[in-house]
């Protein structure tokens, strides 16, 4: 600042997190967030679909919410409410189906309806930053479950759920990534999701579950949702275009009761999702979804088989991970004793981006030797040149022999 300009630095709520510090660009290697594979982004199908639907009714812009109304235009929501029915055996209306600005934006609003400073939610032990921050950001009390190869275990849950009772404490839903978790890549067996509903019924404890995954098995049948397995709606339902197209669509959506929705609703207040994103979206997927999704899905297999043997290759037995049955993250234990926040910096330096585990960890400090790979963006001599100059870095750090 100089001379008589305002200084703000009085004027800043004083809950905002640190200042951002200002963008330097995309590393050389980058396996950060949850960005898609470029090679697959369908350009010419959405020129196609905005060459259609641009000759369409002009009031479609020229108005708030013309087309379907506050939840989104008819288009999209149709297509929701098909591809549930058809992949996540999910029966619904588009009575029931939001359109939101990216999963974030679900997840905001039902914490928004949902949650006070003190609640109590309960999430699984490794879990979505996002989601994290949020609920942190909102002072409510974190409670994590632990997971295995099958997902979050039934038994810990249950300990949980019965000892929060027993001291009075109600908690306001359990988040699960069932499908594809983010970050260990696994999925929640059947049986456990019938066990989940009955704990959900046991406990008067809604289930949130978030589906931005679960498009991503790489072959054959996979479980249906939560959800689809509900008559009572004690499941709240989210899903996601982003992992599917890129998340420069910034499209999700949430799947709830007219209950829940109303209010929902009542805390939307960005005029509306963005009108032109949705009606390309609806008409692609309306048109080339099936085809689309098996071309990403092979190509986020291919760039998975690359990612694990280049971790065998550079990094040998020193550290851990199992392949998942899809999606785009690789969850990654290293030595003991090391601190995966140690090593982003000078990962960084080398132009080398990935996610330290503490951030998608309900308990940071459990998480301190894991990583998070995502193998969606680079391409596959990026992965492998990625990985090799990634295994210098911790060598020449000391976090591996």
Not at 214 to 241: C, K, P, Q, W
Not at 364 to 389: D, H, M, Q, T
């Amino acid at each position: 600042m100089s001379g008589n300009g305002l200084d703000y630095s009085a004027l800043f709520n004083k809950d905002l997190p640190p200042p951002a510090g200002r963008w330097q660009g995309h590393p050389k290697y980058n396996f950060i967030g949850g960005h898609s594979d470029p090679d697959k982004v369908p350009t010419e199908g959405f020129i196609e679909s905005a060459d259609r639907v641009f000759h369409g009714d002009p009031r479609n812009i020229s108005m708030y919410n013309f087309s379907g109304g506050p939840q989104g235009i008819l288009p999209l929501r149709e297509f929701v409410v098909d591809k549930l029915g058809r992949h996540r055996g999910i029966e619904t209306t588009i009575d029931d189906v939001l359109i939101t600005g990216g999963s974030g934006q679900a997840i905001e609003l039902i914490n928004e309806i949902l949650l006070e400073p003190g609640d109590t939610a309960i999430v699984e032990a490794f879990s979505f930053s996002g989601a994290l921050g949020n609920l942190r950001r909102r002072g409510v009390n974190v409670v994590g479950i632990n997971l295995d190869g099958d997902g979050m275990r039934m038994d810990h849950l249950a300990e949980v759920l019965e000892g929060l009772r027993d001291k009075g404490v109600r908690p306001k839903y359990i988040y699960t990534i069932p499908t594809l978790q983010n970050p260990t890549g696994t999925v929640l067996t059947m049986e456990r999701r019938h066990q989940l509903l009955a704990l959900s019924e046991q406990y008067g404890v809604p289930i949130f579950e978030d589906e931005c995954y679960a498009d991503l098995i790489f072959e054959g049948e996979y479980e249906n949702a939560i959800r689809s397995m509900d008559d009572t709606n004690r499941v709240l339902h989210i899903g996601s275009f982003s992992k599917t197209l890129g998340p420069g669509t910034r499209l999700g959506y949430v799947v709830a009761p007219w209950e829940v929705m109303s209010r929902l609703l009542s805390r939307k207040n960005d005029a509306g999702t963005g009108v032109m994103d949705q009606m390309i979206v609806g008409d692609y997927f309306n048109n080339h979804y099936d085809e689309h999704i098996l071309d990403v899905r092979a190509a986020l297999q291919r760039k998975c088989d690359v990612l694990g043997s280049a971790l065998r290759e550079s990094f040998g037995p020193s550290v851990e991970f199992d392949v998942p049955r899809g999606g785009m993250y690789l969850w990654v234990k290293l030595p003991d004793g090391v601190d995966s926040r140690a090593l982003e910096g000078p990962a960084l330096r080398e132009g080398i981006a990935f996610n330290p585990g503490p951030d998608w960890s309900a308990d940071p400090a459990a998480a301190a030797g894991y990583i998070r790979l995502c193998f969606a963006l680079p391409s596959e001599a990026e992965i492998r040149e990625g990985v090799e100059k990634l295994a210098d870095v911790f060598r020449r750090e000391g976090a591996l022999p």
